[in-house]
C-alpha cells in the first residue's frame, strides 16, 4: 500500500511539475512590455505582437519588464520575406543598445533560423553552417514554432521541433526576454512586418520538460576550457588561458620575454613597427604533432598580419632575423593590409595556404570580430576551415605539390610542407593580433 501512495504522489507531483507554463503575452495589449533601443513600431493584431520596420532607426526591441534566469520558451513568428529579425534572452541594456544572446529569425536563403548570434557583443556564437537539418525546417511565409532552453550555462534552440543550436555560455545567467524589428537600410523594407504569439515560458519544474539529447554539434563558447563532450571526444587545451605554459620562442626554450602578453583569457601579439617576428618573435609549440585537428579563435586589429603555421621544424628551417617556415593558414586584413594584394591570385589573403593556394573571396569572415581558424591534418590531407566552412583543401607529398612549392617562395626550404610532424606556430608579424580557445585533437 505505501509503494502504492508513493507511485502516486510521483506522478501527481511529476504532473504538477509539468504544468508550470506561464503565458508572457495576454493576446490583447502589451502590457508588461517595454520598447529599448530604436523607434520601430509595435501593436497587438489578431492575438499577435506586430513589428513594423522603419527606415532610419537602430535594431527596435520590444523586451519583457521581467528578467529569467533558467528557463524553457515557448513561441510561433512569422515573418515578411526579406526582414531579418530575433529573439532575445537572458539580455540586458547597456549605454543604449541592446546584448545578450538572440534567437536568429532569418527567411533569407543562408537560412540560419534557430541559431544563436551574440547581439552587439560576439556575433554568431552558433550559425546554422554545420546543421542543414535547420536550415530547411524553417517555414517561409507561415508559421515557425520556437523552442528555447537555457538552464545553466547550457542553451539549446529548435525551430518547428527541429533541434537547431547547443552551445555552453556563461557571459549571462539572467535577463530580459525581447523581439526584435531589425534596422533596414533599403526603402523597399519599410513597413515589412513580423509577427509574434502564443509567448510562454516555464521557470520551474525544468526537469521534467527538458529534451533529451539531440546529437547536434555542441559548441562550447566558454573561453580557453574543454566540456565534457570534447574531453570524450579527445580535445585538449593548447594553451590553459593563463600561462605560458607548452609555447616557447621559436629562437629559444624560453618563452619571449616582449612581444606578447596575456589578457582577459586572451593571448597577444602587440603592435610594433610590422616587422616579421621583428618584436617578440613567432612562438612554437613544445611539442610536435603529427595528425590532428586544430582549432583557434582569432581576431585582427586593422591592418593587422598574423599566420598559424604547421610542420613547424625550426632546427631545420627557419629565416635568419625571421620566422620559422612552415606551411601556414593566413591571418590578414585582407582591406588593409598590402599583402593581400601580393602572390598570385590572391593565396597570400586570410585563410589562404599562404603564398601556395588561395581562399576564395567569398569565405564567411565576420569583421570586427573573433573568427574560428580550423587546420586538419590526416597524414598527406590537408583543410583549412574559416567558421565552420571548408576554404582550403590539398594533398601534400607527391608531385603536384613539389611543383606548386618551387613555384612559391619556400622553393628553397628543405622538405617544405613534407615532414612528418612539426610544431605548431603562431606568428609575431608586429601587429596587434588576439588569440583565444586554442585547442587541438590528435588523430590517429
Known sequence: MKKIFLALLSLCVSAGAQAQW???????????????????????????????????????????????GDFIL?????????????IQFRSHVTDGRVRGYQYEIDPSSRAWSGGIYDE???GWLYPL????????????????????EAVGNRIRTWINGVPAADILDAQDAEGFIALQVHAIGNPELEGKQIRWKQIRIMTSGLE????????IAQFNCIP???????????WKLLWDGRTTEGWR????RQFPSKGWH??????VVEKADGAESGNGGDIITTQKYRNFILSVDFKITPGANSGIKYFVNPEINSAEGGSAIGCEFQVLDDERHPDAKLGINGNRTLGSLYDLIPAPEDKPFRKGFFNRATIVVRGNHIEHWLNDVKIVEYERNNAMWNALVDCSKYRNWVNFGNFESGHILIQDHGDLVYYKNIKIKELD
Do not use: C
Open 22 to 68: 506561464q503565458d508572457l503575452f495576454n493576446g490583447k495589449n502589451l502590457k508588461g512590455w517595454s520598447v529599448a533601443a530604436g523607434t520601430a513600431t509595435y501593436k497587438v493584431e489578431d492575438g499577435a505582437i506586430v513589428g513594423t520596420s522603419r527606415l532610419g532607426t537602430p535594431n527596435t526591441f520590444l523586451k519583457s519588464d521581467r528578467t529569467y
Open 74 to 86: 515557448e513561441m510561433l513568428f512569422k515573418v515578411d520575406d526579406g526582414l531579418n529579425s530575433g
Open 120 to 122: 552587439a557583443r560576439l
Open 129 to 148: 553552417t554545420t546543421n542543414p537539418a535547420a536550415q530547411r525546417a524553417f517555414r517561409p511565409g507561415d508559421w515557425n514554432k520556437v523552442r528555447v
Open 208 to 215: 521534467y520538460e527538458l529534451s533529451p539529447e539531440t546529437g
Open 224 to 234: 580557453n576550457t574543454i566540456s565534457e563532450r570534447e574531453a570524450a571526444e579527445g
Open 249 to 252: 620562442s621559436h629562437k629559444a
Open 262 to 267: 596575456i589578457e582577459d583569457g586572451m593571448l
